[in-house]
Structure formats: structure tokens, C-alpha cells
């Protein structure tokens, strides 16, 4: 279980430096989305592998791909309507 500490801190590591590489993409909503699901696919990824570990491995992508779908658009809206300005 000792391997869980450096794949979560390098896994935080890579997840800012693919962000870091995908900003000049955030300037309009569409790559702010897709930025969004690109980020959130591997996170949820290894959290139904920790959460079903014994569901098929197709299962868990197809799972993870709608989750991610579902909420990474959302997140991204809510982080581009806190980011522009109001008035």
C-alpha cells in the first residue's frame, strides 16, 4: 500500500503540468471544457479502480469517460464564470 503515496504525488504533478501545457487553451469556454475533461479523465480513472477494483477494465473506462464528460464541462463552466468579469 506504500505505493499509493508516490503515484498520488506524482500523479499531482503530472495533472499540473498537463494543465500548465493546456492553458494557453483556456482563453475561450470550449478549451476551458475540454481542458476540464482532460484533467478530470485520469482522477476519476483511479478512483474507480480504488472504488471497483474487481469491475472490468472496459467498464471502468466507459465509466470514468461519462463521468468525466458529466463533470469536467460543469467544473470548467463554473471556473470560467467565477474568472470573468461581472457587469
Do not use: D, Q
Not at 5 to 29: D, E, N, R, S, W
Amino acid at each position: 500500500m506504500l505505493w499509493f503515496l508516490p503515484v498520488y504525488v506524482l500523479g499531482g504533478a503530472a495533472a499540473g503540468c498537463v494543465v500548465g501545457f493546456l492553458k494557453p487553451m483556456t482563453t475561450h469556454i470550449m478549451g476551458a471544457i475540454l481542458v476540464g475533461f482532460l484533467i478530470l479523465l485520469p482522477l476519476v480513472l483511479a478512483t474507480t479502480m480504488f472504488v471497483a477494483p474487481t469491475s472490468s477494465l472496459p467498464f471502468r473506462l466507459k465509466a470514468s469517460a461519462a463521468i468525466a464528460a458529466i463533470l469536467g464541462p460543469l467544473y470548467a463552466l463554473a471556473l470560467w464564470r467565477s474568472r470573468t468579469p461581472k457587469g
